[in-house]
DNA sequence: CCATAATCCTGTACGC
DNA sequence: TGCGTACAGGATTATG
């Protein structure tokens, strides 16, 4: 699931090998993967074709090209999402997931593959930055895209005010997880990097907000941007084959996860079975010994 | 302000 | 073997 270390490495691939190079013609193969897109399909396509992509950005998990007339490119993973850089007879790409086609004036295309449809493409119009700082990674235009303006700097984001974040999640009167997988309070944390920086944190993810100390606040963002930033460290080595493969994979999934996905087998750090419950309408996984309950959470 | 549920979608895993 | 069901999940929207 592309979280923002996946995200991250995508826009490293795109930065790298798109920047640049001119739109021909875009052919959209499924119309759901450009919803929300004013004027569908072929509005999509008419705004992009003859546009220069000027940079990659990103915030969160929303990932955008800035093109040369002002528009954005903008582009959420979802679930199973990839944004693949090839060549021009797409030799090794499974065309079985592919909704959009890019073609660019050079030849070389980039696609847009995506199993579960989740995700999705959509060309909008950039605004402003509320703080006129840097929009996200990759640019200093102080500008958004408008359908991602309500969403919050991520925790690798130079700008990111720390303690302010700190002190806006001690406001909430919520659980800690909660707050960490809200958008509009800190971006770019799924399921997969709460469960892991809370563990590392030795942090429940019922912990109410309130109660946190501002250092075990920070103590727990701390630990999940480490995760991130080494999650970020593993991916990305896809970049220089034949087929460019800007999928961001990470690597970091089946080698390094303390707890999730690993319901009943041994905590790394002190051998208790990890646990999962339900919480928020998915797994959470939590080792019992390093991760104490709160008082007055049930189970 | 905050929580919950439903919604979108498809491949995989599992029980019978 | 095959069929039905549950599950995985992020963001948005509606509702309480």
């Known amino acids: 699931m592309p979280e923002l270390p996946e995200v991250e490495t ?3 691939g795109l930065a790298r090998h798109l920047l640049g190079r001119t739109v021909a013609r875009t052919v959209v193969l499924r119309e759901y993967s ?5 004027g569908g399909a072929e509005e999509l396509a008419a705004r992009l074709a003859g546009r220069v992509f000027t940079a990659a950005v ?12 002002g528009q954005l490119l903008l582009a959420h993973l979802g679930m199973s999402g990839q944004l693949l850089v090839s060549g021009p007879d797409d030799a090794g790409v ?6 959009v086609a890019i073609t660019m004036a050079d030849g070389g295309r980039l696609l847009f593959v ?5 995700g999705y493409l959509r060309v909008c119009e950039a605004v402003p930055t509320a703080d006129g700082l840097p929009g996200g990674v990759g640019s200093d235009l102080a500008a958004l895209p408008a359908p991602a303006a309500h969403i919050a700097r991520d925790l690798l984001d130079e700008h990111l005010d720390r303690a302010a974040l700190v002190a806006a999640m001690r406001r909430r009167r919520t659980e800690v997880k909660r707050a960490l997988l809200d958008q509009s309070m800190v971006s770019g944390i799924g399921n997969i990097y709460a469960d892991e920086g809370l563990w590392r944190s030795r942090t429940h993810y019922a912990h109410p907000t309130a109660g946190l100390t ?7 963002l701390d630990a999940v941007a480490l995760v991130m930033t080494e999650a970020l460290a593993a991916g990305g ?3 220089d084959s034949l087929y460019v493969n800007v999928n961001g994979a990470s690597g970091y999934f089946d080698r390094s996860l303390a707890v999730y996905g690993r319901c009943g087998q041994a905590c790394r750090r002190c051998g208790t079975p ?3 419950d339900a919480f928020m309408n998915r797994s959470s996984f939590t080792c019992p010994t390093c991760q104490r309950r709160p008082r007055g959470v049930p189970g």
């Open 10 to 12: 995508v826009r490293r």
């Open 34 to 38: 450009v919803r929300g897109q004013a």
């Open 58 to 69: 990103r915030r969160g998990k929303f990932c955008w090209l800035v093109m040369d007339d």
């Open 94 to 99: 499974d065309p079985t997931h592919l909704r």
């Open 114 to 118: 995506d199993q579960r449809t989740f």
């Open 214 to 220: 501002a250092a075990r606040a920070a103590t727990v």
């Open 237 to 239: 080595t896809s970049f």
């Open 274 to 276: 990890v646990r999962r």
